[in-house]
């Protein structure tokens, strides 16, 4: 898919950071969007914004962990434009920063169903509308982690290392329907994702407040949403498998391969 112009993109979580920069980076190429959040407030004024800006743009209330609210915000897409080329499958919440034995059972589920089951909920939702036309393409946010697991983000990695096998198996399946898919592989961005997450689940604040600093400093080099938001665009053009963000990362994902290479080569012949 190379020229935008047009083509309506429907993207989860964008009354915040990646979304909301993945949001301004389409409307700059004169996509149509359709943006979607859990905090119906923020997006509204995201809409809003992009409006001023120039965009064809509706927003619709959106909890990913709720396949109905799937098919609400979908139809609102499928009334206001007729159609959905591009799914941008990026809502998320951040992990507890615990050790894997300390997190509770119910938040590692809190996590999952919305990390996972909510971009579940998303492809099971539009592909459908994507097949019927024979062609489209579908963004879906993992992490860097997800293929180079941080300690101590037990849940968060788990529910993220999923979206790379799921993004895998799905792209495979979509190739023969004309649909590209792409997974995304952020490292850090500057974003809310750790105030985001409290406001949906206050009782995490206080599960965070009481688990000491186990992760420890993080020497990260942060980068803007809008940087992610352009990089996306360059990898829905060219049908990239992987969207990475950050040139060191390069160094740990080979690293992981190291690790396998050796094992493979430590078997006997
Ligand atoms: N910020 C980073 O460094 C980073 C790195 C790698 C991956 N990511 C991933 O990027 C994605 C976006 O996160 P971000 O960093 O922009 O954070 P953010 O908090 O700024 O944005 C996330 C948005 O998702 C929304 N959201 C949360 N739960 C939702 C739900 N159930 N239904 C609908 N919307 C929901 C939030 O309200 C928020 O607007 C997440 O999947 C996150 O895991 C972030």
């Not at 949001?23 to 943006?35: D, I, P, S, T, Y």
């Not at 119906?40 to 959106?62: C, T, Y």
Request: some cysteine; proline content about 4%; aromatic content about 6%.
């Amino acid at each position: 898919m190379s020229n935008f112009t047009g083509q309506v993109a429907f993207i989860s979580g964008a009354g915040s950071g990646i979304g909301r920069g993945i949001a301004e980076a389409f409307a700059a190429v004169g996509m149509k969007l359709v943006v979607g959040d859990v905090d119906s407030e923020s997006v509204r004024k995201v809409a809003a914004a992009l409006s001023d800006e120039g965009a064809e743009v509706i927003s619709v209330d959106l909890d990913v962990a709720d396949r109905a609210s799937w098919d609400a915000a979908t139809q609102n897409a499928q009334s206001e434009f007729g159609r959905i080329d591009i799914l941008c499958n990026n809502a998320g919440v951040a992990g507890l920063t615990r050790a894997v034995e300390d997190i509770p059972i119910e938040e590692w589920r809190w996590m999952t169903d919305i990390n996972l089951y909510g971009l579940v909920h998303g492809l099971q939702c539009v592909i459908p509308k994507l097949k019927a036309k024979g062609s489209g393409h579908i963004v879906n946010t993992s992490s860097i982690g997800g293929l180079v697991p941080l300690p101590n983000f037990s849940e968060y990695m788990a529910a993220k290392h999923a979206v790379i096998g799921l993004s895998g198996s799905v792209r495979r399946e979509l190739e023969p329907f004309g649909i590209g898919v792409s997974v995304l592989c952020p490292g850090a961005v500057r974003t809310a994702l750790g105030e985001t997450t409290v406001r949906q689940r206050p009782g995490r604040a206080a599960l965070a407040a009481a688990r000491g600093n186990v992760v420890g400093e993080l020497p990260w080099r942060y980068i803007e949403p809008i940087e992610v938001g352009r990089l996306t665009l360059k990898g829905i053009a060219d049908n990239q498998a992987f969207i990475f963000t950050h040139p060191e990362n390069r160094a740990e994902v080979e690293a992981e391969f190291d690790a396998m290479r050796a094992a493979f080569d430590a078997l006997p012949n």
